[in-house]
T-cell receptor
Framework: EADIYQTPRYLVIGTGKKITLECSQT?????MYWYQQDPGMELHLIHY???????EKGDLSSESTVSRIRTEHFPLTLESARPSHTSQYLC????????????FGPGTRLTVL | EDQVTQSPEALRLQEGESSSLNCSYT??????LFWYRQDPGKGPEFLFT???AGEEKEKERLKATLTKKESFLHITAPKPEDSATYLC?????????????FGQGTTLQVKP
């Protein structure tokens, strides 16, 4: 059973607001990921982290930023939200030593008006 | 370019009517193929990982198989609670991120 949490589950905000999407895992996994999923579309990687103080951008260009100060915590921030940021954001984590399986959180559905 | 294609996009079955979902992949080198189940408004739930051609894994009414070009998710005597979107994803040997490349999914509806 995966223990990975995301808050909030749903967020509706106005254009220009700064937001932070939270992601936490209690499995001690070193690797963490952020994916973006539009309705009916496939997931695309936007950020990943190998461990504390290690973050990289994924394949899909995103105006969001991430930080990894603690192993269990991987927040995503949008400095100035726009309607084009409306999407589902999914956080995942995986362990080391050949344990490649990524476990996903419940997601945050973001709507920017 | 690494690519994953799932078919059909949508599938409607009667309860008890067995069928298979297909996942075709084109990658530079397969490290692993993953199946997930996703319910509306939720994150993907892990089902199986397959690493080499010929490998099979089972869980309740689901059985996943792998060849060098595709994977099948066989659903035997499905029930309405099996209704969901099933996602296939691959991880490549050349990726240094461990990222998953996803297909668009197959949305399964099982009617009682």
């Amino acid at each position: 059973e995966a223990d990975i949490y995301q808050t909030p589950r749903y967020l509706v905000i106005g254009t220009g607001k700064k937001i932070t999407l939270e992601c936490s895992q209690t499995m001690g996994h070193d690797k963490m990921y952020w994916y973006q999923q539009d309705p009916g579309m496939e997931l695309h990687l936007i950020h990943y982290s190998y461990g504390v103080n290690s973050t990289e951008k994924g394949d899909l260009s995103s105006e969001s930023t991430v930080s990894r100060i603690r192993t269990e915590h991987f927040p995503l921030t949008l400095e100035s939200a726009r309607p084009s940021h409306t999407s589902q954001y999914l956080c995942a984590s995986s362990g080391d030593r050949g344990q490649d399986t990524q476990y996903f959180g419940p997601g945050t559905r973001l709507t920017v008006l | 370019e690494d690519q994953v294609t799932q078919s059909p996009e949508a599938l409607r079955l009667q309860e008890g009517e067995s069928s298979s979902l297909n996942c075709s992949y084109t990658v530079s080198g397969l490290r692993g193929l993953f199946w997930y189940r996703q319910d509306p408004g939720k994150g993907p739930e892990f089902l199986f990982t397959l690493y080499s051609a010929g490998e099979e894994k089972e869980k309740e009414r689901l059985k996943a198989t792998l060849t060098k070009k595709e994977s099948f998710l066989h659903i035997t005597a499905p029930k309405p609670e099996d209704s969901a979107t099933y996602l296939c994803a691959v991880q490549t040997k050349t990726s240094n991120t461990g990222k998953l490349i996803f297909g668009q999914g197959t949305t399964l509806q099982v009617k009682p």
